[in-house]
């Protein structure tokens, strides 16, 4: 329990320190979004290997970014956002505690121990899961003067009032709601898990072309869909 506390402490005060930018790299910064699905039905919330595995395929990403690009951690579920209770900023520099490495180590600890924190009340489960509402905060974020990569760590079954993935997922003509503007043009977007509680391969794949046929609309320039990773 003293330890799953030491890990939300750390991540707190790095998030409050983190004001200041690297010292005048010219390299490219970058902007990585990793958002992270609290709902009861995603496979990291209820299986730790997992979620270390995922945590540490986050982690190489970060590990490659220069100096000065900003890693935001944001977790979601239900549109409510008073529910959704953290949401960090991390600018990378060479200062300690502010380097690719610290901000990894500490990324890490919070997703591999994402069962952890939910089983001891630090983290609360969410009945409803709304990535296109979530998509759509983090759209009017983007920083065009950035190289952004939006990381999504969720079965990528969405249960809103946007969309229901699972009656969706029955047919072959199922579609997500269209996505009217090119808010992710150029961008790269991952999803972590995606696919975990599909009943089988129809379902996955039926899954996995609403989203690709979603974020082309969107403008995404690639978008990864990981079953395994």
Request: with cysteine.
């Amino acid at each position: 329990m003293r330890n799953l506390l030491i890990i939300l402490f750390v991540i707190v005060l790095f998030a409050i320190s983190i004001v200041q930018s690297a010292d005048g790299d010219a390299v490219q910064r970058e902007h990585v979004f990793i958002l992270v699905d609290l709902s009861d039905s995603a496979l990291h919330v209820n299986n730790e290997l997992f979620a270390r595995k995922a945590a540490q395929y986050i982690g190489s990403i970060i590990d490659g970014l220069p100096l000065g690009s900003t890693v935001e951690l944001r977790t979601f579920g239900d549109y409510n956002r008073s529910l959704n209770i953290l949401s960090f900023s991390f600018m990378l520099s060479r200062k300690k505690g502010q380097r690719p490495a610290d901000i990894k180590r500490n990324i890490e600890l919070f997703v591999g121990n994402l069962s952890k924190l939910i089983n001891y009340g630090k983290l609360v489960l969410q009945e409803t899961t709304s990535i296109i509402g979530e998509l759509k905060i983090i759209a009017e974020r983007i920083n065009k003067a950035s190289k952004t990569k939006i990381i999504i760590l969720s079965d990528m079954l969405e249960y809103s009032a946007e969309a229901n993935c699972y009656k969706l997922i029955k047919s072959k003509n199922g579609r997500l709601p269209e996505v009217t503007e090119k808010i992710f043009e150029n961008l790269d977007v991952i999803a972590l898990g995606a696919g975990y509680g599909c009943q089988n391969s129809t379902e996955n794949d039926r899954l996995k072309a609403m989203w690709i046929a979603w974020f082309e609309k969107a403008g995404a320039k690639e978008f990864r869909y990981l079953s395994d990773f």
